[in-house]
């Protein structure tokens, strides 16, 4: 459980990462030039802060982490993404309708996860956004299928491991699931996830991790 954790908080930095930030640079354009001769130095002066700007942006593009998740291809509503260090590569969805709308979350994710190395073939898992009642019966219904589901803080998985490849079977049939979460507080949330696109993702998750 804990791997599953650590692995859905790897995916979770690499959606959220990509951000700009300057402030270090402004602090140096405040500085006054010093008394000096006026002349033909004073453009040298703009030209000499920009150097450490373009090296500063160089090393930030260098610090994206060679352990995070990229994105490598994307079906209908499903992207693919692979992490090459630790040879892992999942199937991603976001939900298309969450309800009650007004309900203030964390954004939720559906994977369909294959980590070779852990001979982990499509392990199905749901980061719902939000603190989970763990004592309420959760069931996920596909295809006209019921599958019990494991409930544990934020997240979903399969109960009975021999259902998962039914169940992954059932998914690439239907069009779309609706999923009723009962949160720790407050009312009872519905998502509902698109499944367009997911047996093409789920063969490009098979050619990157065979």
């Known amino acids: 459980m804990k791997l599953r954790l650590v692995f859905v908080a790897l995916i979770g930095a690499a959606l959220a990462s990509t951000g700009a930030m ?16 006026p002349k033909k130095e004073a453009p040298k002066q ?3 802060k920009e150097a450490p700007k373009a090296e500063q942006k160089k090393a930030e593009q260098k610090k994206t982490t060679p352990g995070t998740p990229a994105l490598v291809a ?50 199905v898992s749901i980061m719902a956004g939000f603190p989970l ?20 803080g934020h997240g979903l998985w399969v109960k ?8 992954v079977a059932a998914l690439q049939k239907d069009k779309e699931i609706a999923l009723k979460l009962t949160p720790a507080k407050g009312a009872v949330t519905t998502d509902r996830y698109s499944l367009t ?14």
């Open 22 to 37: 300057h402030s270090a640079a402004q602090d140096g354009e405040k500085k006054a030039p010093v008394k000096a001769a």
């Open 46 to 48: 703009p030209e000499k």
């Open 74 to 123: 994307q079906f209908g509503d499903w992207g693919v993404y692979v992490n090459k260090t630790a040879k892992t590569c999942f199937a991603l969805t976001q939900p298309k309708d969450r309800q009650p709308a007004n309900v203030k979350r964390d954004p939720a994710y559906f994977f369909v996860t294959t980590r070779p190395n852990d001979k982990l073939n499509n392990e």
């Open 133 to 152: 009642k763990e004592d309420v019966e959760v069931a996920l219904i596909a295809n006209g299928a019921s599958f019990p589901m494991y409930v544990k």
């Open 160 to 167: 009975d491991p021999a259902d998962e490849p039914k169940l």
């Open 197 to 210: 696109g997911l047996p093409q993702a789920l063969e490009r998750v098979a050619k990157e991790c065979p």
